[in-house]
């Protein structure tokens, strides 16, 4: 279930390392252009898991708007 | 639970590495395809797939932490994963790798002798003679598996170091392969939507 977080990643800081899509339990996460990891809002549940693992700590939870 | 697909077991690779690395010294140099594959995927392919799936390093580095217990949600500090800091410790990589290449001409040119240890940390002489008959290769193949087998066992010892102080793939951060493939990529998309940012 969706919470009312979604996690969102800092591209300028993103060291492409894949961790967090790794760690994504809803497939919500790729890395783009092996570049920055870009995050799906729809998919994302917001639990977190990216943001703990990332070890450049650039992910962020933004609010859903309604 | 998520499927697992082959590649997420490369971490028992980097494991089996380093035992051949105690028994013959010279299958260090299976430690260039950790080397090269990152670098031709990125070149071709425009992608940091080795990093995303193939780096049995840093999945290493998730498994022995789930393992232990410690901060693992700790960040590490900003300046680990700042532009200066990864390049900086890029160019002091590749220095290194350019001191084996040299050490190891030297040795194939006749202009020293063949030395038989590791060091790690680039300072500290791990007596590793016992792992390499003489006369089994070339000595300049030899050279250079010693100086190889150093730069990927510290490498690996830094990585742990920081995945006890901090999260599990802090190595990640400012791994040399890492910093020089996201450049890559970022050079090969540029101009393409939002694909790069320098900073």
């Not at chain 1, 890395?31 to 990216?50: R, S």
């Not at chain 2, 949600?73 to 590749?94: D, K, T």
């Not at chain 2, 066992?153 to 599990?168: A, D, E, H, K, N």
Request: proline share 5%; charged share 15%.
């Amino acid at each position: 279930m969706a919470s009312k977080f979604f996690a969102v990643a800092d591209r300028k800081s993103c060291v492409s390392c894949g961790a967090c899509f790794r760690e994504c339990p809803r497939d919500a996460i790729r890395i783009d252009h092996g570049c920055y990891a870009v995050m799906d809002p729809a998919l994302c549940i917001g639990c977190g898991k990216c943001r703990r693992i990332c070890p450049a700590d650039c992910i962020g939870m933004e609010e859903r708007k309604a | 639970m998520k499927k697992k697909h082959w590649y997420d077991w490369l971490w028992i690779w980097t494991i089996i590495y380093f035992l051949l690395g105690f028994f013959n010294i010279l299958f260090a140099w299976l430690g260039m395809i950790d080397f090269l594959l990152p670098l031709l995927l990125a070149v071709f392919g425009g992608n940091k797939w080795f990093c995303n799936h193939l780096c049995g390093r840093g999945q290493l580095f998730t498994v022995i932490s789930a393992k232990i217990p410690g901060p693992h949600s700790r960040p590490a500090p900003r300046w680990l994963s700042s532009p200066w800091f990864r390049y900086g410790f890029l160019v002091f990589f590749l220095t290194m790798f350019g001191n084996i290449v040299f050490q190891t001409y030297l040795v194939y040119s006749g202009a020293s002798t063949l030395r038989e240890f590791v060091k790690l940390f680039w300072t500290f002489r791990v007596p590793w003679g016992w792992a390499y008959t003489s006369g089994a290769a070339p000595d300049w193949a030899a050279q250079f598996s010693f100086g190889f087998y150093s730069l990927m066992l510290t490498s690996t010892l830094i990585g742990l170091i920081v995945m006890l102080l901090y999260r599990p793939r802090t190595w990640c951060s400012f791994c040399p392969m890492g910093t020089m493939t996201q450049t890559i990529c970022r050079l090969k998309h540029r101009g393409k939507e939002d694909a790069i940012i320098f900073h």
